[in-house]
């Protein structure tokens, strides 16, 4: 099911994100999701994150659908052309996989194979426009589509801590314009800086999605402070981290952090995006103590 | 822009004739161009009386210019075995093609020149893409200046307005965006959806370089 039928009927939408194994086993990827994800509308699973090569997005979206989970295909223009993104457009909506997130992508240079050649044929804006031009029947070179075409929700990503977020606001615009129809964001530690954030964003009249990561620790939280765009996490919630290490390696002190946000941010947007980072048994504690579960 | 190094001469003396005529490209705007060390290397062939002739221009790229320059030399080009160009590749292709039937050898290794800080001796650096965006990127190139050659704004990459690839150098759009504040025309940040046509850049070389 199209996630956009929730948000037009008003529901808070809850996804959590899953990166698949190095490797086609995935067997434990299923089992997480049976045990911890039951309550999330939509699995958002990633397309090689970090540029790390792994098993596809696609393929495990089919086996989460087969699973009976509503799955969102992350694409990025990272890796394919704009023929092999087209094509994939079109396998996912053959294999009924209607939810779509799509994105630049991190550069090759960031992962685990730096010598392979990066693509960004397309990008987020002109792939966003791509899949609008299949739902018209049309492909990129002009060429009409055979039979009925596909129709997908169309999401987009947005950095709203960003220490650029007037550059942000304006990509989101192009995003809104070439036809996005919700946003996830980058994951969220400073409350109020996303308030105001979607203070702006509300005019665009697009849901957006609380990102959220679960703290693992102060050390997690310093590195990501200093290498990952986007993310700053405040000292105070370092300290947090820092006051009971034996609280904070179980993860209570994570989902504490996490609820709190959630929490703080709910009224001011659509949804929540669940970032776990291999800490996907503790989602349900998350909902459960951010109030959006019993 | 390009940036053009001399080869090892080590590299050169095998492949080249007793008698070879040289053609050296003084170089021009979009070439960054080792003059001094050309002028040099093409006295001592002269001294050493491998070279058989001299020519030294500007714009080799231009066929018709290059044909007027070599006019009065053309005795020794006929002469001469093997041609060897002191130019960027764009040179040493026009050379080749003029001169089907002649050995053509590139004294210089031509390397793509990217715009990062601290690196480039050139300030400015087009990635010839054939559709140029400047006019909606505030005059900053969006093919050079970005890591991804992202023509519809910033990517979720940029770190305290440095680009994810590499910390030392700003981000493209950072710097488009803030030319674009600066100049009060941000709404050039909303221009329609760009999708790149990739054989704009060979298309228009063509247009240049054929006339019919
Ligand atoms: S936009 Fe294209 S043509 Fe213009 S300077 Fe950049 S690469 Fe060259
Ligand atoms: S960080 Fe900036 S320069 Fe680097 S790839 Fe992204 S948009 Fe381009």
């Not at chain 2, 053309?74 to 002191?86: C, R």
């Not at chain 2, 054939?130 to 990517?155: D, F, M, R, W, Y």
Request: contains cysteine.
């Amino acid at each position: 099911m199209r996630i956009t039928e929730l948000f037009d009927r008003g529901e808070f939408v809850i996804t959590a994100e899953i990166g698949p194994p190095k490797g086609f086993h995935i067997d434990e990827l299923l089992h997480e999701a049976d045990e911890y994800l039951q309550d999330v509308t939509a699995i958002n699973v990633t397309d090689c994150q970090s540029s790390v090569m792994r098993l596809g997005s696609l393929a495990t979206c089919k086996a989460l659908k087969d699973k009976g989970f509503n799955s969102i295909f992350q694409m990025t223009c990272r890796d394919r052309n704009r023929i092999a993104l087209q094509s994939d457009l079109l396998s996912a909506a053959y294999f009924g996989i209607d939810n779509l997130l799509l994105l630049t992508g991190d550069h090759t240079v960031m992962g685990d194979t730096p010598q392979a050649k990066p693509v960004f044929d397309l990008d987020s804006v002109s792939l966003i426009h791509a899949v609008k031009q299949l739902e018209n029947g049309v492909d990129l070179g002009g060429n009409e589509l055979v039979g009925e075409p596909p129709k997908f929700a169309k999401g987009a990503v947005v950095s709203p801590c960003s220490d650029s977020v007037d550059v942000q606001l304006a990509k989101m615009e192009r995003k809104v314009k070439a036809g996005a129809q919700y946003f996830q964001t980058q994951a969220v530690f400073e409350s109020e800086k996303f308030i105001t954030f979607m203070e702006k964003a509300k005019q665009f009249g697009v849901p957006v999605m609380l990102g959220v990561i679960i703290p693992k620790g102060a050390a997690m939280a310093n590195f990501m402070n200093n290498n990952i765009a986007g993310i700053s996490v405040p000292p105070e919630m370092i300290e947090e981290l820092k006051a009971d290490k034996e609280k904070a390696k179980a993860g209570i002190t994570g989902v504490e952090i996490t609820a709190r946000i959630i929490k703080e941010c709910r009224e001011y947007c659509q949804g929540v995006h669940i970032m776990a980072l291999g800490w996907e048994s503790k989602v349900p504690d998350v909902l459960r103590q951010a109030g959006i579960v019993n | 822009m390009l940036i053009t190094e001399l080869k090892q001469k080590e590299d050169i003396m095998p492949l080249i004739s007793a008698k070879t005529f040289v053609i050296c490209c003084e170089g021009c705007k979009e070439v960054y161009f080792p003059a001094d060390e050309a002028a040099e290397f093409s006295d001592e062939l002269t001294k050493s009386a491998t070279a058989n002739g001299t020519v030294v221009t500007e714009y080799i790229c231009n066929p018709e210019h290059l044909q007027l320059q070599l006019e009065k030399h053309m005795g020794k080009v006929d002469e001469a075995g093997t041609l060897l160009v002191f130019s960027c590749g764009v040179g040493v292709q026009t050379i080749a093609e003029m001169f089907a039937d002649k050995k053509v050898f590139a004294a210089c290794d031509t390397h793509p020149l990217p715009g990062h800080q601290g690196v480039t001796p050139l300030e400015y650096d087009c990635g010839q893409c054939g559709e140029c965006h400047l006019g909606e990127t505030g005059g900053i190139c969006p093919i050079t200046a970005c890591s991804k050659s992202l023509v519809n704004g910033q990517c979720g990459g940029t770190k305290n307005g440095m680009c994810e690839v590499d910390k030392d150098m700003e981000c493209g759009w950072e710097r488009i965006y803030r030319r674009l504040e600066k100049q009060k025309r941000l709404d050039a940040m909303l221009h329609p959806v760009k999708v790149r046509d990739f054989t704009a850049g060979e298309r228009a070389a063509k247009s240049m370089t054929t006339k019919d």
